[in-house]
């Protein structure tokens, strides 16, 4: 089955400066590459998302690249603000929606 | 919509007991997910339906667990007899194919004593 791992398990950032978690996924197979953001005592929610055949995505503060080559793709937050603090996962969906998570990144931005 | 129902929304129990977890998918949605989140492992998929029938329940840790889907509108996570190391936030999703992402419930955390 798919594998996807998660880097940084932790990151802080003073609020202002860019965040980037990057995730890695093992099926070449899968096809769809969602990011959740999980605030404290939710359920996930889904903040971006990338599709196979687009390299990058973008909205407002947000964006997801995916490299389709190396099996990696990418979170990136920019002029962060103390509300993006969270745990953030990456997924990728190897056969028709059935979803792997990475293991998550908590992320603090210092006011 | 008020989204995925899950409940109760906090249950502790006593070692040996039966727990049974509930959940409530968006309507109109055919594919409904178990989730059990630690901080050892992360999310794992415990078992997902598609229109009431069972998919893949590969993710499921033993047989203490079981999972029913008796119609379109609810599902259940059952854990007989429940055991310390049960002790997780069990999360419910659903979606459809009209939809790509997955919608989550605000979890159940379990407390087994």
């Known amino acids: 089955g798919e594998n996807v791992e998660q880097h940084p398990s932790t990151l802080s950032v003073q609020e202002g400066d860019s965040a980037v978690i990057k995730c890695t996924y093992s099926?070449?197979?899968?096809?769809?590459f969602p990011w959740y953001k999980q605030e404290l005592g939710k359920g996930p929610q889904l903040i971006i998302d990338?599709?196979?055949?687009?390299g990058e995505k973008k909205d407002q503060r947000i964006a997801v690249t995916l490299n389709k080559t190396a099996k990696h793709f990418s979170l990136h937050i920019t002029e962060t603000q103390p509300e993006d603090s969270a745990v953030y996962f990456c997924?990728?969906?190897?056969?028709?929606?059935?979803?792997?998570f990475g293991s998550g990144t908590k992320l603090n931005v210092k006011p | 919509d008020a989204g995925v129902i899950q409940s109760p929304r906090h249950e502790v129990t006593e070692m040996g007991q039966e727990v049974t977890l509930r959940c409530k998918p968006i309507?109109?949605?055919?594919?409904l997910f178990w989730y059990r989140q630690t901080m050892m492992r992360g999310l794992e998929l415990l078992i997902y339906?598609?229109?009431?029938?069972?998919?893949?329940d590969s993710g499921m840790p033993e047989d203490r667990f079981s999972a029913k889907m008796p119609n379109a509108s609810f599902s259940t996570l059952k854990i007989q007899p429940s055991e310390p190391r049960d002790s997780a936030v069990y999360f419910c999703?659903?979606?459809?194919?009209?939809?790509?992402?997955?919608?989550f419930g605000q979890g159940t955390r379990l407390t087994v004593v």
């Open positions: 999703a659903s979606s459809s194919p009209g939809v790509t992402e997955a919608f």
């Open positions: 099926d070449s197979a899968s096809n769809y």
């Open positions: 990338i599709r196979s055949n687009v």
């Open positions: 997924a990728a969906r190897e056969e028709f929606n059935k979803f792997y």
């Open positions: 309507s109109g949605h055919d594919y």
């Open positions: 339906f598609n229109n009431n029938v069972p998919i893949d």
